[in-house]
């Protein structure tokens, strides 16, 4: 499954996925723990960034892996980690909650990701 994905910065500097179909509450799709700044690095200066991800190879894909399924009394999703970002080692670790079961209708052991224009 692949999906594309806005993401943008509030006046606060909190990052939120825009995620049109969900509708549950909006705290849910903020990315914390790590997501936030993964997607710093991403945007740089910009408050927005657009990203094609997946659950299958990509050609030139930045490569999450699942490191650890989190219980829903710890905010359910799972534990990645990126080693390398742009070519450049990283070992960054973050959690991306249950949206993103929501999103690819279950957890992938390994999400694909790689930004397109806005």
């Not at 936030?36 to 408050?47: M, R």
Request: glycine share 8%.
């Amino acid at each position: 499954m692949e999906r594309t994905i806005r993401f943008y910065k509030n006046a606060k500097g909190e990052w939120y996925a825009d995620i049109p179909e969900w509708s549950g509450d909006i705290a849910d799709l903020q990315m914390v723990e790590g997501a936030d700044e993964l997607l710093e690095w991403i945007a740089a200066s910009a408050s927005e960034c657009k990203l094609i991800m997946a659950d299958g190879p990509m050609e030139d894909a930045e490569i999450l892996n699942l490191i650890y399924i989190r219980e829903a009394n710890l905010g359910g999703g799972g534990d990645y980690i990126l080693e390398r970002f742009k070519g450049e080692w990283k070992n960054h670790k973050l959690w991306l909650c249950e949206v993103t079961e929501f999103v690819f209708k279950q957890l992938p052991q390994t999400i694909y990701f790689k930004e397109v224009a806005l």
